[in-house]
């Protein structure tokens, strides 16, 4: 039976956009690495990128965290590195979204999260359970960027939460199809987007866009083409990762579904 706080248990219970910093204001200022001595000893593990041995050429990906040892996590390449951002790449994705019209900056992580989360437990059309969920965890804000201050409190802006379908559930579209109107399967030949590493936590919904607006005073620096509507944050982190290691990733690029769904 679903369990209306799962998103909890599962550890992405308010993980990327929470509207401000009461749940611990103490985090958010303490463990970003100017603030925290232990920073770099604790978050060196996360430096370690994956190789991929079945290639001759070094592939480098974005790092990943112990917890990919256990849990189905999403290789991202990095295809191009700017020194304080990155262009990455991703092939081949097939995953599961989720898309709302409304206050997506306002919106908690668990509201916003709850029917993939439903999703995986079971709610699809073949009552099926895909098992663990997978990662990273991807949150795609349509406009927030470019929005002016009488807009700021808008709730007319797209927005949509995103998660890689487990390897053993692709290609089986047609048992796993959601019943959730606004959930869709998609899939991509390739997603292209430059990102740059956040450190703090919880990373706030402001914040998201703070970044945002400086990377893109990075991207017009280097002449970089990229879509200014679509901000994007993510992340391979749950609750259980210890504070100080976490590391999100916000940038633009395409919306993950921004190719067609299946």
């Not at 081949?92 to 919106?107: L, N, Q």
């Not at 007319?156 to 998660?163: G, H, K, V």
């Amino acid at each position: 039976m679903y369990d209306s706080d799962g998103a909890g248990k599962e550890g992405y219970n308010e993980l990327i956009i929470m509207e401000d910093e009461t749940e611990s204001p103490s985090l958010y200022r303490d463990q970003t690495p100017g603030k925290n001595k232990a920073y770099k000893r604790e978050h060196a593990v996360k430096d370690e990128a994956p190789r991929d041995p079945a290639r001759k050429a070094e592939i480098v990906y974005v790092p990943m965290p112990p917890r990919c040892k256990t849990t189905e996590c999403m290789p991202i390449r990095k295809t191009k590195d700017f020194g304080d951002f990155w262009e990455i790449t991703v092939t081949d994705y097939k995953g599961v979204c989720h898309f709302e019209i409304g206050c997506g900056v306002h919106h908690s992580g668990r509201k916003v999260f709850r029917p993939l989360l439903k999703y995986f437990a079971g709610d699809n059309v073949g009552g099926i359970p895909l098992g663990s969920l997978t990662a990273p965890l991807f949150f795609n804000y349509q406009g927030v960027v470019l929005m002016g201050s009488a807009e700021e409190g808008s709730c007319s802006l797209p927005y949509e939460i995103c998660l890689p379908l487990p390897k053993a559930f692709r290609g089986r579209d047609d048992q796993i199809a959601a019943l959730n109107n606004h959930t869709n399967l998609y899939t991509r030949d390739e997603v292209k987007a430059y990102i740059t590493r956040v450190h703090e936590y919880p990373l706030l919904a402001r914040t998201i866009r703070e970044h945002g607006i400086r990377l893109m005073d990075r991207l017009d620096q280097e002449g970089v083409r990229y879509d200014k509507e679509a901000l994007l944050a993510f992340t391979y982190d749950d609750n259980f990762t210890p504070p100080s290691q976490r590391v999100s990733y916000v940038g633009f690029g395409n919306p993950i579904s921004g190719n067609g769904h299946t």
